[in-house]
């Protein structure tokens, strides 16, 4: 198989004789916007560290940024020998990715905020040294992406799939298995897949694995994404077998084995094995980089050296001042987030036809939304007056001000509590007398029990239920000194497994309550 490289890159560093003075100042000046990128966003890039230290899935991190900067630095001596060549495309890349932090920033989107702080690295590479430097570096730069700590959006997604994978090869394999979400019961005890059981650590650290491996031993696109493909999906499949393997063991044991400590044990032991097995089969395919002959050196006339060299420092200023402006205007949407506000006491008149039940015995329902910050807080359970259908709880919580970890929609450990677990969620359309409004629909369960609950938000006077409408609504209203308070509105109702969930019922609450909300939401006073 013959292999397309770039000639530069295949050079020896012994080889490479760099020329002219925009080379010699080009690395300097790049550095130094590196570092002012760091320094200015310094708030970002330690959240991602604090998150290295605190969160087993994501401490690969503390190994991607020296990895990242060691195979950059085993290119100096090609990289020096590239002339420089700014681009503006670089500087609008750089302007671009700032204006996305600062919506981040006000949004309060940590994960896009250190993307889009990560991104300017390399855009400062683009403006400063151009596309030839970007190429040469282009996998130490996409590799720094790694390092940020996402991944959690899979959590549920793999946490079902171990679970069926778990389920389904205990059914193959003839043992008697009941599921109920990602919970199921065999005749010798009960299993649970969890957040450590899902496998997204082993995902996440064979991913980058994979990556490095993948560059460094091979050198078509083909292959190399050949390798990247199996380092996703192995560990998945792998995690299954994984949790079937200590399912059978705790089975087979009558719960002697695999129940404490040395679950997680064995769960490492495998996935070593697993990666080992998977990086020595890619091993047999890898590819030997082709010698290549070293073209002469280019003379560089003084002139345009000289030309480069201004082109260098005028992109390495536009660098700086690009990265400086964003933060600046930062400080300013927040110069209000410190300010007192009065105390606030929700109040809600009854909705027509509905009652509200004061009894806790008269069939109020023993459930509350877990909750970030100190908003104002409204809970009810009401009756329909006629007496017909369950009760329904009504849960609100308003924000005069929304500041980080005190917001509508905060990340909590457990968003439903302890006692409750999700079977299902869907956004769900309900027609009401003003048009149809889409709901945040979850199916709760703790044994027999189930409780069905809708969740919509209110942003910017905006109902709604995409958690993407409200972080825009609420960048706007602090990047243009709007009101930026919101309220979180849960409904639900209990009702046994066996039976429909009464979404009729909700349905008929919503229509009579929501224009009563409304109109008290508006009435409340608010933060600049």
């Given at each position: 198989m013959s292999v397309q490289l770039d000639p530069v890159a295949c050079l020896p560093d012994a080889a490479v004789r760099p020329d002219g003075h925009g080379q010699r100042h080009a690395l300097p000046l790049l550095l130094l916007a590196l570092a002012a990128v760091v320094l200015l966003y310094h708030a970002t890039f330690w959240s991602m560290l604090e998150l290295w230290s605190r969160s087993q899935t994501f401490a690969h991190g503390f190994l991607i940024v020296p990895i990242s900067c060691w195979l950059a630095w085993r290119r100096r001596a090609r990289l020096a020998a590239l002339a420089p060549q700014p681009s503006r495309p670089g500087l609008l890349l750089l302007g671009a990715l700032g204006l996305a932090w600062l919506l981040a920033d006000a949004a309060n989107v940590p994960v896009v905020e250190q993307y889009a702080a990560t991104a300017m690295l390399p855009a400062c590479v683009l403006a400063i040294l151009g596309w030839p430097a970007v190429r040469l570096l282009a996998f130490p730069l996409a590799y720094l992406f790694l390092a940020v700590p996402f991944g959690e959006v899979f959590l549920e997604p793999l946490i079902d799939f171990t679970a069926a994978f778990t389920v389904t090869a205990l059914q193959w394999t003839g043992v008697p298995v009941f599921r109920d979400g990602s919970s199921f019961s065999l005749p010798t005890g009960n299993w649970s897949v969890v957040e450590a059981c899902s496998g997204l650590r082993y995902l996440i650290a064979a991913l980058a694995l994979g990556a490095l491996f993948a560059h460094v031993h091979f050198h078509s696109t083909r292959r190399r994404l050949a390798v990247m493909a199996a380092a996703l999906l192995v560990p998945i499949l792998a995690n299954g077998v994984r949790a079937y393997m200590i399912v059978m063991l705790g089975h087979l044991s009558n719960m002697r084995l695999a129940v404490g400590v040395d679950h997680l044990i064995y769960g490492w032991l495998f996935f070593g094995l697993v990666a080992l097995l998977l990086f020595w089969l890619a091993a047999r395919w890898r590819e030997l980089l082709p010698a290549r002959a070293v073209p002469p050196a280019q003379p560089v006339r003084l002139g345009d050296a000289a030309a480069s060299l201004r082109a260098v420092v005028r992109a390495s200023a536009a660098c700086l001042l690009l990265a400086a402006l964003w933060p600046a205007l930062a400080l300013a949407s927040h110069r209000d987030d410190g300010a007192a506000l009065p105390a606030i006491v929700l109040a809600l008149p009854d909705p027509p036809a509905w009652r509200r039940l004061h009894d806790a015995a008269a069939g109020s329902i023993d459930w509350q939304a877990p909750y970030a910050g100190k908003p104002a807080l409204f809970a009810a359970t009401y009756a329909r007056q006629d007496g017909d259908g369950a009760p329904v709880g009504l849960q609100m919580r308003w924000y005069a001000r929304q500041v980080r970890d005190a917001e509508l929609l905060t990340h909590l450990s457990s968003p439903y509590g302890a006692r409750w677990t999700a079977l299902a969620q869907r956004v769900r359309q309900v027609g009401l007398p003003g048009g149809a409004l889409d709901v945040r629909e979850s199916v709760l369960a703790h044994g027999g029990e189930r409780l069905l609950v809708w969740r919509v938000y209110r942003?910017?006077?905006?109902?709604?239920?995409?958690?993407?409408?409200?972080?825009?609504?609420?960048?706007?209203?602090?990047?243009?000194?709007?009101?930026?308070?919101?309220?979180d509105l849960i409904v639900f109702a209990a009702y046994d497994e066996l039976a429909p969930p009464p979404r009729a019922h909700l349905q008929a609450f919503l229509r009579a309550a929501l224009p009563v909300i409304e109109q008290r939401l508006q009435e409340l006073p608010h933060g600049p």
């Open positions: 942003q910017g006077g905006v109902v709604t239920a995409r958690p993407v409408l409200v972080k825009l609504l609420l960048a706007q209203a602090k990047l243009l000194g709007r009101r930026q308070d919101g309220a």
